[in-house]
């Protein structure tokens, strides 16, 4: 059974001082005082600290966040990262030196945008979810992706104190979790399969 305390206090200790994502991703100027981006340097954290061979993000945005992930997993490792939008741009713009990034357009609850990669979800080591923040988004997301987790999936959650829906979602996660709103004032949360 992951220890996640254990886990996340692994995390905190790899997290990158926050100049070194200026160094990682050069196109963005990040203000050295800005504790809003202590997320993105959690992602590093935990990829160093993990060491995933498969992360599935759910929610990719501009790709930012998948760029600090794929830029510090472990050779050979993939990314896959949805959007419903035709976003990523940060991502398509300046893929990182080890371009193993699988960009997927559509909706995270149309499962048939994992059929064209043919990727097997359960070798997924982490999840992040981050796309719609309501409570139907992730309980539906949820239902349709928690049947893929095995012992010692990981998964990271965004903004799950941002309102009463994602609140209520979080709570109803019945596998191991943590709160850790000290990574993300919206609320930051961890689960263990
Ligand atoms: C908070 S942003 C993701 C940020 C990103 N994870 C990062 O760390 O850089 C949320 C994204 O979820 C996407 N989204 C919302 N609903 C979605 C859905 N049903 N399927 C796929 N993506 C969705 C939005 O287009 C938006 O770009």
Known sequence: MMNLPLLHKQAIQAMPPLMELHTQYPGKYWMPTADSYTYYRYLVGMVRALEPTQVVELGGANGLGAHYMLSNM??????????????????????????????????????????????????????????????????AEWTLYSRHFREGTVVMLDDVLLNEGMWQAWQEIPQAKLLAPEIHFSGWGLVAA
């Open 74 to 139: 472990p050779d050979d490792s993939n990314l896959y990262t949805v959007d419903i939008v035709n976003a990523l741009s940060e991502l398509r713009a300046q893929p990182p030196q080890r371009n193993n990034a699988h960009i997927l357009i559509g909706d995270t609850r149309d499962m048939t945008i994992w059929d064209e990669c043919g990727v097997d979800l359960s070798k997924t080591d982490l999840w992040f979810f981050d796309s719609d923040h309501t409570y139907e988004q992730l309980t």
